[in-house]
């Protein structure tokens, strides 16, 4: 499994975008790019999930570089409830492959 | 997205004793389920992978016969921690994969809190 590098924490305001970057250098041909979001004693919840380019969906975008070494994942107009961990994994397409959880990012939106 | 409960939410129990975590898929079948561990301010730790109908594949350093794992049918998976002690205090979650249409989409559980005294 790539290894994904991502901040430790980030802070934010309500209502601003916050963007969260993740470093993957080493993935693979067939790697699929996946954000989790967890909130405090609970359980993580998918948001996201893209192979190349731009995804977006009700809750947040995935912005994936040509060389895909990186990704960001991007929460427009972040609300209180936004307030969680963030973790990026990188999934071999394809197969019921175990999740490896990387240590995420804090983020913490203020009003 | 697929539901899935844990049972209990948290539990508190005595040094020594056995305790027992349900893990249900609510409106699908799930032929595989994965159980974690996170203690405080950590990431979750993968200790097995449970199969429908076969033995579980636990990662390494985790013990086998002190996490006990059932998974007797495609919507219920259990975790039998025996001879419970403060150590194993920590917050256990569960997943199933097979109902997502995205690669390795797993749907998490809500978690267990387990505090062993």
């Known amino acids: 499994l790539a290894k994904t590098t991502q901040p430790i924490s980030m802070d934010s305001y309500e209502g601003q975008e916050v963007n969260i970057t993740c470093s993957h250098n080493?993935?693979?041909?067939?790697?699929?790019i996946t954000w989790y979001q967890q909130f405090p004693s609970q359980g993580p919840r998918f948001i996201i999930q893209g192979y190349k380019t731009k995804v977006t969906n009700e809750v947040a975008s995935l912005f994936i570089p040509a060389d895909r070494k990186s990704s960001t994942l991007s929460l427009p107009r972040v609300s209180l409830s936004d307030t969680a961990v963030y973790y990026c994994l990188v999934l071999y397409g394809g197969s019921q492959g175990n999740l490896i959880f990387g240590k995420g990012t804090k983020l913490s939106v203020k009003p | 997205g697929a539901v899935v409960s844990q049972h209990p939410s948290w539990v508190i129990c005595k040094s020594g004793t056995s305790v027992k975590i349900e893990c249900r898929s609510l409106?699908?079948?799930?032929?595989?389920m994965f159980w974690y561990r996170q203690f405080p301010k950590q990431s979750l730790m993968l200790m097995a992978t449970?199969?429908?109908?076969?033995?579980?594949?636990?990662e390494q350093g985790v013990e086998k016969d002190k996490f006990l794992i059932n998974h007797a049918s495609l919507t219920l998976s259990t975790l039998t921690v025996t001879s419970a002690h403060p150590e194993d205090s920590s917050f256990y979650i569960c997943?199933?994969?097979?109902?997502?249409?995205?690669?390795?989409?797993?749907?998490f559980g809500p978690g267990t809190r387990l505090t062993v005294l």
């Open positions: 997943s199933c994969y097979g109902a997502g249409g995205f690669y390795n989409e797993q749907f």
């Open positions: 080493n993935i693979a041909t067939n790697d699929y």
């Open positions: 409106d699908f079948q799930a032929t595989t």
């Open positions: 449970s199969n429908e109908g076969s033995k579980a594949t636990y």
